[in-house]
């Protein structure tokens, strides 16, 4: 099959290793956010696609068989437009959908639903605050000069976040939880603001808070499309086995007798 895989994830990464040793001819689409983004040797494609339309008319060009929507949980545009795209084209889609994480014992958790109520629930009295939202919502954070920031991003932050106090850091997970929990400690963060990505690779800094028992503003994971969704690479390469079982059977099966069709 032609397998479309919308990345900038763990999973995408982890998908196409899974899918190098099979038949299937793979193409990685990044959004183009970062600079240096891990594509290894697959074709890849970057840049969006013109909103769900241009998605379904470069799937049609490019004969693609399946869609896989490997995106990250908080990418909540890319989403709709794969699910409109595969209906109009006529093409299945698969979500890879990262569960959240759960509020374990001795977490001390505010939810919120947005960067910018995370913002909101910082409150008024000035705090040193490690943030680790991403560099594309750090504006956000400007309405609250008062906080402390310390910032850590994959690509440089740049003046995305113009205020009097401001420590940034380049780094790219996953990280360990004993460095988060040292370096938090070392740092004398008083509260750590995040997405709740779910997964493996930026765990550290939740069980690094827990055990500091440092309180963390966590926005909830904005809703997806209904669409087939999977949680992990091993789910979606058991699907995409499925799906090609069920492409080999329907192509050989017996056509209609001619009675069949006249009744
Ligand atoms: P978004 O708001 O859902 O998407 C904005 C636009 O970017 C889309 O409408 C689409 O443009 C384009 N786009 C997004 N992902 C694309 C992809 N994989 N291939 C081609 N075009 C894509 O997404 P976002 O939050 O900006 O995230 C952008 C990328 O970064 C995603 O691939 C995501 O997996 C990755 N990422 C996001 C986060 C996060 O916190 N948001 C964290 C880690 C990684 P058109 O409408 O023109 O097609």
């Known amino acids: 099959m032609r397998i479309l895989i919308l990345g900038g994830t763990s999973e995408a990464s982890a998908l196409i290793a899974a899918l190098a040793g099979t038949m299937h001819e793979v193409t990685l689409s990044l959004a183009g956010r970062t600079t240096a983004p891990k594509t290894g040797s697959v074709r890849t494609r970057i840049g969006g696609f013109g909103g769900a339309e241009g998605l379904a008319a470069w799937m049609r060009e490019d004969g693609t068989d399946l869609l896989i929507d490997a995106t990250h949980p908080f990418a909540a545009r890319i989403c709709v437009s794969a699910a409109e795209a595969a209906r109009a084209a006529g093409i299945p889609i698969l979500a890879i959908r990262r569960p959240p994480w759960i509020r374990e014992s001795g977490d001390r958790w505010t939810e919120v639903d947005t960067v910018?109520?995370?913002?909101?629930?910082?409150?008024?009295?000035?705090?040193?605050?490690?943030?680790?939202?991403?560099?594309?919502?750090?504006?956000?954070?400007?309405?609250?000069?008062?906080?402390?920031?310390?910032?850590?991003?994959?690509?440089?932050?740049?003046?995305?976040?113009?205020?009097?106090?401001?420590?940034?850091?380049a780094a790219r997970g996953p990280f360990a939880a004993t460095e988060?929990?040292?370096f938090m400690r070392e740092a004398g963060i008083a509260v750590l603001v995040t997405k709740n990505s779910g997964g493996d690779a930026t765990y550290a800094k939740i069980t690094a808070a827990r055990a500091l028992g440092m309180p963390v503003v966590i926005v909830r994971q904005p809703l997806k499309p209904e669409v087939a969704r999977v949680a992990d690479v091993a789910g979606a390469m058991a699907w995409v086995a499925h799906d090609l079982t069920k492409r080999r059977e329907s192509s050989h099966a017996p056509l209609p007798s001619p009675a069949e069709g006249e009744g």
Do not use: K, M, N, W
């Not at 409150?123 to 750090?138: S, Y």
């Not at 954070?141 to 910032?151: E, G, K, M, S």
């Open 116 to 169: 910018e109520d995370s913002v909101a629930a910082l409150g008024e009295a000035p705090r040193r605050v490690f943030v680790t939202v991403g560099r594309l919502e750090l504006a956000a954070f400007a309405a609250a000069p008062q906080h402390d920031y310390v910032v850590r991003t994959i690509e440089p932050v740049g003046d995305a976040l113009p205020v009097p106090r401001l420590t940034t850091i």
């Open 180 to 182: 988060e929990e040292r």
